[in-house]
């Protein structure tokens, strides 16, 4: 038999967790456009970053590659990241090819300056990322080739097409189309990327932020105020039928005769009939 009071502590317990969980979900955790794809050729130096005063959530991806017969070699010249908690908030990551599954070659929250990365290919990932709080440090990186001293012109570049149901960033990166405008920074970049010539809500993070947990709010009270009332109504419901039911058993409220009665009652009707 179903027990009320255990079953329905149980479901107000889960709607209670998937309640805060859709409260603090962020509407839209913006981040700063940044990132590319870069190519480098021989003799060039090319200078890029993150200016200070980075706003929050900051998610920036560069893909480097080298023309044939080149390494890539990065130089972060100045980077200060961020810890809290003893982890890693504000963090800088250099990977050995051109995907976020490359061989890790440096990653860093820490102050940095002069560190120099070369790529055993022509190819490097780079990613920078930081937390929901501003800074007023840039990171400021400095690229450069290295003669490979064997021919790397038969490589062939690591960079898979976008599949037909993928979305391409403008830095060669791929994501899935349920991607594009979600309020999230996957793509690492700032022009033809999932968040771009999206029409949103026109607020600040932190007001679509409030909007985003008033949503959740709302929806959890409304599911809770829903089985509430659709408990209640059972148990009306069940209470209705177990009275119905008792009243059967009665004979409608009628006592019930014994065996003596209902022998009384077939001699006065013999009786009667004669």
Not at 48 to 53: A, E, I, L, R, S
Not at 156 to 172: M, V
Request: aromatic residues 10%; hydrophobic residues 35%.
């Amino acid at each position: 038999m179903w027990m009320y009071k255990s079953d329905l502590n149980y479901i107000i317990r889960i709607l209670f967790f998937l309640g805060l969980v859709c409260s603090f979900v962020p509407a839209t955790f913006g981040s700063t456009g940044c990132g590319g794809y870069l190519t480098i050729s021989a003799g060039i130096t090319r200078s890029f970053g993150v200016p200070p005063g980075y706003p929050a959530y900051s998610h920036c991806i560069w893909i480097i590659v080298a023309e044939p017969d080149l390494h890539a070699r990065l130089s972060i010249l100045s980077f200060s990241g961020q810890t809290y908690g003893g982890d890693c908030v504000d963090t800088l990551t250099v990977r050995d090819g051109d995907i976020d599954q490359a061989d890790l070659l440096e990653t860093t929250c820490g102050t940095v300056s002069n560190t120099v990365v070369t790529s055993s290919g022509r190819w490097l990932w780079v990613q920078f990322k930081s937390d929901g709080s501003d800074s007023t440090s840039s990171v400021s990186l400095s690229l450069t080739t290295v003669t490979a001293g064997h021919s790397m012109e038969n490589l062939t570049n690591p960079l898979a097409a976008c599949k037909s149901f993928e979305f391409q960033c403008s830095n060669l990166v791929c994501l899935p189309r349920s991607y594009i405008c979600d309020g999230f920074n996957d793509c690492g970049c700032m022009e033809n990327c999932d968040e771009s010539d999206c029409i949103g809500l026109g607020f600040a993070p932190l007001t679509q932020l409030g909007f985003s947990a008033g949503i959740g709010v709302g929806m959890f009270i409304f599911i809770f105020i829903f089985v509430w009332l659709w408990e209640k109504r059972r148990r009306r419901m069940a209470k209705q039928k177990e009275r119905e039911d008792r009243m059967k058993e009665e004979g409608r409220g009628r006592p019930s005769k014994n065996k003596k009665d209902d022998k009384k009652d077939k001699k006065a009707k013999v009786a009667w009939h004669k």
